[in-house]
């Protein structure tokens, strides 16, 4: 199919998204991925949580920290232990204020956890009362809306994340937090000195 005149192309809009994701990574404050790095490392046990495609960027962090030899669990799962002092609870999203993820981190916190934030939206509820924020964001405007159900916002189409028009529903925040998260798994794999027989045994082989 040809795009109509006056509209972006798909390369166009791949490039857009790129160059918005390379500029995020420009930003990024070394302190604050320094200080999740070193969090991880430290962690007893490792949990991730978040809503809709976060929580699948979310799934896809906690699986390769798996291979990486870390206990490593998703929320929500009927396997995943209970949280303890000493686990942390890495939370993916973007704009720091959805009802379901607020209530995941307090009670980690109150269970004696320790709770990191990505998001794009730092002064939200839980960029505030997150131990560590890590801003996936460049020159976003905040979110003003008051803390909703997320479910409730994606069907009324009422979803908003920090992302131009052309990456909307929290696109760019969702890629970015892939990539960042990987580029994470990367610098970790070099920091355990794990070797990539090591990685292969630990994947699924009965799937």
Known sequence: MVMPEGCYSITDLMLLMTDRIGETARSLDAAETGAFVDAILAARRIYVVG???????????????MHLGMESYVIGETITPALHEGDL??????????????????????????VCLLTT?????????????????????????A?????VRQLTGQYRSASPDFAPFGT????????????????????????????????????
Do not use: W
Request: hydrophobic letters at 40%.
């Open 121 to 145: 939206t730092p002064d939200s509820t839980l960029g505030r009362t997150a131990d560590l924020v890590v801003d996936l964001g460049v020159a976003s405007p905040p979110v003003h809306e």
């Open 172 to 207: 760019l925040f969702e890629m970015t937090a892939l990539i960042f998260s990987d580029a994470v798994l990367s610098a970790l794999m070099e920091l355990k000195h794990c070797s990539l027989d090591e990685i292969k045994g630990r994947i699924s082989n009965i799937q």
């Open 51 to 65: 809503a809709g495609r976060s929580g699948l960027v979310a799934r896809a962090f906690a699986m390769r920290l």
């Open 89 to 114: 609870l890495v939370a993916f999203s973007g704009s720091g204020e959805t009802h379901s993820i607020v209530e995941f981190c307090e009670t980690a916190q109150g269970l004696g956890g320790q």
């Open 147 to 151: 803390p909703g159900q997320y479910e």
